[in-house]
């Protein structure tokens, strides 16, 4: 019978030479110095930077602010839980009783790191290539995250309310593109301030994306680098 890090390493489709970087990068905070904070960080780029790369290249087209809508739906982190949960990565993280106890197993901001964590432990044993596989093998394809995995403005709505603040409010600033096959730019603002824009095809698409990307900007504000 196969352990939980054998059935990790299967899912993942990488066979480790330094097994240390692996075990390191399971490891939670809870169990002390030794953990995967350091590789998570570096895995938070390494992910971005794969990312960005099979975005641009499958979509030669594609503008700017939809790639990097595409790349926030492929990075947050209900899309990093789902995959961390199809891979059972849960069960093969380190962590002390009282963590595994308030259910640190399934908690989706531990799951998110270690995510992060491993991929950058795969890059360090074996290049960015091979990270760029184990995306290719455990990520959604680019072609399909066109539309939003969630409802981007309900979320948005919903962290700006949760300490009484204000609903966000969308305008659409701008068009460009022929009247067959339109680009909208749509800005959302709360607080007095405009938090983020975003493109779409329709009214509606442009609004989600800016929703997400106001998001992505609070939340990264909130955890320092993180773009969860």
């Known amino acids: 019978m196969k352990t939980p890090v ?13 097994e240390e970087l692996l075990r390191r990068a399971l490891t939670h905070p809870s169990m002390g110095r030794q953990d995967n904070q350091r590789l998570e960080f570096l895995g938070d ?11 641009y290249r499958a979509d030669p087209e594609a503008r700017e602010g939809v ?11 209900d899309s990093l839980c789902r995959i961390a949960e199809k891979i059972h990565l849960g069960e093969a993280l380190i962590m002390n009783r009282g963590e595994e106890q308030t259910g640190g197993r399934t908690r989706p901001s531990v799951l998110c790191d270690a995510l992060e964590a491993v991929l950058a432990a795969v890059c360090l044993d074996g290049g ?11 990520w959604p394809g680019p072609e399909q995250v066109s539309l939003p995995m969630q409802d981007s ?7 700006l309310q949760k300490d009484g603040g ?27 301030e405009r938090l983020a824009t975003g493109e779409g095809k329709k009214k509606k698409q442009a609004e989600q994306a800016a929703a997400l990307a106001a998001l992505t900007k609070l939340k990264e504000g909130e955890h320092g680098t993180h773009p969860h």
Request: net charge negative; glycine share 6%; charged share 20%.
């Open 166 to 192: 204000e609903a966000p409010t969308y305008e659409i600033i701008g068009q460009s593109g022929p009247p067959h096959d339109p680009m909208f730019v749509a800005a959302v603002c709360a607080r007095g």
């Open 128 to 138: 960015l290539e091979a990270a760029a596989a184990v995306v290719e093998r455990c």
């Open 45 to 55: 780029a390494v992910l971005q930077y794969i990312m960005s790369d099979r975005l």
């Open 67 to 77: 790639l990097t809508h595409r790349r926030a739906l492929l990075v947050c982190e």
């Open 153 to 159: 403005k309900g979320a948005l709505q919903e962290y």
């Open 6 to 18: 054998q059935e990790l390493t299967q899912a993942l489709g990488y066979t480790f030479r330094d």
